[in-house]
């Protein structure tokens, strides 16, 4: 069965600290997502991971992808209020972006 | 990036009724489309895949009496609720994948759907 699994499933934390989401999937795949949702409103894509190792960053935000693993991390660095959201992890098992299978997502709340 | 309009945004009906969403690739051809739905608080579960000029490929637990798809262009898909009812109130939320080249989707801005 394809799953993917996020944790933790919410996470407050104060302005300025860092913390790490973690997306686990259960089979081989080296294409990853990772998107920002806001309440009410669709998804924003923040990176996409296609091999084993790669490492994107933006701003405060950083994803890697370690295939090995079948993992992905969403670190965040020195949080603001701004980055309260939503996250969603999506894996691609097809190779061609014909299937996502998101994660659990995880929601996040930046406190003052 | 790529450019996917949804439409409307946001509907209410009567039980019973038909809603019509609207999906199009605004500056790329899009050969596949997909459509989710997400429940409050919940994630993203994929319903249908949408292939221009053949029949949608739906997922296991989706009625495709109940939730009609078409994909009559390269840059326009349809959802049809038909006969809908106040269970079927989410949010749907339709995606695009680029014919050639890059293997991503792009995802339209939501639609939600009420039914009283």
């Known amino acids: 069965e394809l799953k993917v699994e996020q944790n933790p499933l919410f996470l407050s934390m104060q302005e300025g600290k860092n913390y790490t989401i973690y997306c686990n999937y259960s089979?081989?795949?080296?294409?990853l997502y990772w998107y920002r949702q806001d309440p009410g409103k669709s998804l924003e894509s923040l990176f996409v991971l296609l091999s084993n190792g790669a490492v994107k960053q933006e701003g405060r935000l950083m994803a890697s992808l370690d295939t090995k693993a079948r993992l992905s991390t969403l670190h965040i660095t020195a949080a603001v209020h701004d980055l309260s959201a939503t996250y969603f992890c999506?894996?691609?098992?097809?190779?061609?972006?014909?299937?996502?299978?998101f994660g659990t997502g995880t929601r996040l709340q930046v406190t003052l | 990036g790529a450019v996917v309009s949804q439409h409307p945004s946001r509907v209410i009906c009567k039980s019973g009724t038909s809603v019509k969403i609207e999906c199009r690739s605004l500056d790329f051809q899009a050969t596949t489309m997909f459509w989710y739905r997400q429940f409050p608080k919940q994630s993203l579960m994929l319903m249908a895949t949408?292939?221009?000029?053949?029949?949608?490929?739906?997922e296991q637990g989706v009625e495709k009496d109940k939730f009609l798809i078409n994909h009559a262009s390269l840059t326009l898909s349809t959802l049809t609720v038909t006969s809908a009812h106040p269970e079927d109130s989410s949010f749907y939320i339709c995606?695009?994948?680029?014919?050639?080249?890059?293997?991503?989707?792009?995802f339209g801005a939501g639609t939600r759907l009420s039914v009283l």
């Open positions: 995606s695009a994948r680029v014919a050639q080249g890059k293997n991503i989707q792009y």
């Open positions: 089979t081989t795949s080296d294409r």
């Open positions: 949408s292939n221009e000029g053949s029949k949608a490929t739906y």
């Open positions: 999506a894996v691609d098992f097809t190779g061609t972006a014909s299937k996502l299978t």
